[in-house]
């Protein structure tokens, strides 16, 4: 649009400026993350003691030691695959063919269908009839129960519904035309023209998935269920007032505070891996959903 | 005519109606159009299969969000367990006379809105600003690396952020302390200072969202025409004024809708990432409505007088949902042009 | 009874009514094209007989079978749309084989068939190309190769040109005809362009507000406009019309009074339109014209020909003349002659034509 050379002085001086500035947000949102990996392949005792700034100190893996481990730590790292993968795919199998179905103008019916998917997320009845429900459904504890409560949500249903509505109808006209009946128009024309915006709720649901914590927290009871966030959590606040432990990481050189940043840096990781396949489509994906309701 | 046949006396003049319209539409009123429980028929007959698409969908709406929508009627009954949502026996107001009672819960509705009120007044703006400096960087590749590392904390569980917060905030070992060692002051005990709370709780919002929230407004920047800053080079200006003058007044729609959205969404603080942060020393400024609920319906097993707290939030939600809802509709609809 | 009939045909949504009632046969083998400005209901027609809209009332019969309630795959009609509707993800040999292979067609039938349709429409080359990597013009074919591997008893195009510039216009128009001379399948053809019209269909249906006006060959309609309407649209420019009272010997406009062809028995005084074919008139007298004063406003060489754009009283009319390579000599008009016998007449108030009996 603008070019550099045609820049006046003040000009270049004021994008110099700005440009320093985003470097500096840059960096400081990537410093937490440069500052727990630092403490998770330190020693215990320079953790302890605060030396730790940006490189490891006394460098060592005894915190990735003791929690791999740990079989607690491998159970809840299968355990959010399992909640992730089989979640994800729950949620698409009832979300494309609702949004389909909620995106075609012959449905009759379409406004009220609509509203009441769009209802809730206007109103929602809140943390406790929510449980209460899961409790007499006999979801509680129930890895099943976790994967379909939380299958759709209105948002991602609209957004795609949106995505399908602005598909130019003379793509489903020349499949009817060709003997496609709903199904195949959905799978064989709908589904391939629309990869941007089911990426997009692919992706939501992975990440929402793979950090779901509060549910899960609250509706498993069973260890060998939860996934690794609720794992992480109970390591966290376990290692900070567990004087026991304390005792025995004396010894072994490392601390609370490395295991600590061990998990988060195992946690991280397979998000960090994706996070640059998702990246195109996510910036695309939130403008489609967008303000629209 | 009447002398359509006649060739006495010169050439008659007749009116020749080439479509003999009239004549033919005149059949079609004989015919027995189709009745409409025929037609009804029809339609599930060929369109069945999009009623069968919708249906598990709505079972699922059904099940897991409207049913309990109807158990929300506790709120208003002396809730057991063992007689159920249905025969638990009606006591009308008094759970929300209870409520309007407890400090404790009048403290969370003040908390909740004063924590919103911050993330409205330095959460809000961030993204903003972000949006308008990544505009002005001209380097491609490195306006793309930061982006893309700005964007990432969002994806980030609010398990995780509370790790890094409290590793980074711990009195003995964390950064943040050692800063402040090195500067020759005390080490502060930040997790469990009241008076710390909101500010680490809105810093680490912002620090999470801003570069994600940054995302709308390059979009509807990218959206002003390009000729506008064209016509402001022609007449002198600079970048700065550019920015003024032209961006923002251009992003400004989006600007007021993202801002009635967030309005609408007052009740909605992250209590997820309020659990994992506050600790009984700390529930002065931290306590929410919903971590409120939490410790009074899951963790003491008062489910009705925490769905009565519930229900209260949900329907201050929905009425400011719902306001906000109408202005930005109405806005987004004269602002246009 | 082959080809397509339409009987008392009517589209309504809801109260609103916007096809009322069209009749219209076509033969086998027939290529008719529906013609008129837009929101005439020629789409909305072509769509109930393709099946993508419900019919409100009337009977559609396709091969002597009627179709009202009939799904669009089991009508044997193939539809080339105005966007083409190319699957992107699929190459152009795949989006051909999209119908077939939903028929479950065997797959060595199937690839004979895309080969040979590819062959006749030169896109053999592109077989494994994705539309994002064609050319409009090949596009278009792709659209007309997916409609023609199905075999189907009728062909529907609903303005399958408009979306090509003017040069690969005229070729594929030349290309459809071509086809249908080939392949002699019953075709209806949607379009607003008159060029199209008059250059591709056996039959012409002018369409206007809901309702035909008049159906016949190109030539037929363009020699004898059932009504002013028709004159107004078909021709480029199309017809001159101009107020006028009929009198013992011809029609007066204003002060000039245009011999016709014949006498006007008992017609005396009536108001006509009187139309005159830019084409028709000449800048030199001959026998049977009338000399038709008039003010030039404008002369647009369009090459061997120029339009002379001028007034007469206060209608705007448009003539076309020779250039013979020089247009000087055409500033300096100030009179056409307009042969008698080439002058057609409308009735003022209902502008339909008023036959002078020969």
Known sequence: M??????????????????????????????PFIYIAAVSFSSGFAA?????????????????????????????????????IGGTLMSLAFIIPGAYALSRPQLKGRRFFNLFVAFTMWFNAGLIPFFLNMRDLGLLDSMFGIILAFAVNAFNIILLRNFFEAIPQSFEEAARMDGANDF???????????????????????VSRWNGFFWAMVLLQSEEKIPLQVFLRHTISNLSDDDEFAIVQTAAGFSAETVTAAIIVCSIIPVLIVYPFIQKYFEKGILLGGVKE | MSDRNSDVGGIPIEEVVVEAQEALRDRSQTRVPDKNWVKVLDHFKREWQIYAMLLPTLIWFVVFLYKPMYGLQIAFKDYSIFRGVAGSPWIGWEHFETLFTNDQFLRAVRNTIYISALNLLFGFPAPIILALMFNEVMHATYKRTAQTIVYLPHFISSVIIAGIVITAFSPSAGIVNTFISWLGFEPIYFLTQPEWFRPIFVGTGIWQEAGFG??????????????????????????????????????????????????????????????LLYQPSTYETADVVNTWVYRQGLQSGQYDLAAAAGLFNA?????????????????????LW | MSGVNLSGIVKAYGALQVVHGIDLNVAEKEF????????????????????????????????????????????????????????????????MAFGLRIRKMPKDQIKTTIDDVAEILGLTPYLDRRPADLSGGQRQRVAMGRAIVRHPKVFLFDEPLSNLDAKLRTQMRAEIKRLHNRLGVTSVYVTHDQVEAMTLADRIVVMNDGRIEQIGTPMELFNNPANTFVAGFLGSPPMNQMKGVLTETGAKIGNTELRLHGAINGHQGRDVIVGVRPEHVTLAESEGTTALPINLDLVEPLGSEALLHAHHGEDNLVFKADTNGDINHLYGVGTVHVPAHLIKLFDAETGRALNLGA
């Open chain 2, 315 to 335: 329907v201050v939600a929905f009425v400011l949902v719902m306001t906000a809802n109408t202005l930005s509709r109405r806005f987004s609809r004269t602002s």
């Open chain 1, 2 to 31: 603008m070019n550099w050379n045609l820049y006046s002085r003040g000009d270049k001086i004021f994008a110099i400026v700005v440009s320093i500035l985003i470097g500096m947000f840059t960096i400081a949102t990537l410093y």
């Open chain 2, 214 to 275: 940054s995302i709308v407004f390059l979009a509807a920047i990218a959206g002003v025409n390009p000729s506008l800053y064209e016509s402001a080079v022609v007449d002198g200006a600079n970048r700065w004024q550019m920015m003024w003058k032209i961006t923002i007044p251009s992003i400004l729609p989006t600007i007021l809708i993202m801002l009635i959205i967030r309005i609408g969404n007052v009740m909605e603080v992250s209590f997820e990432l309020v659990i």
């Open chain 1, 48 to 84: 302890q003691a605060g030396k730790v700034v940006l490189t490891p100190i006394n460098f060592t893996l005894e915190a990735y030691g003791y929690i791999l481990k740990d079989p607690q730590f491998w159970i809840s790292y299968r355990n959010t695959f399992i909640y992730t």
């Open chain 3, 32 to 95: 008719v094209v529906l013609v008129g400005p837009s929101g005439c209901g020629k789409s909305t027609t072509l769509r109930m007989i393709a099946g993508l809209e419900e019919i409100t009332d009337g009977d559609l019969m396709i091969d002597g079978r009627r179709m009202n309630r009939v799904a669009p795959k089991d009508r044997d009609v193939a539809m080339v749309f105005q966007n083409y509707a190319l699957y992107p993800h699929l190459n152009v040999a795949e989006n």
């Open chain 1, 184 to 206: 195949q128009v959905l799978w064989k024309v709908f589904v391939p023209l629309s990869k941007p915006a089911i990426a997009t709720i692919t992706l939501f649901c992975i």
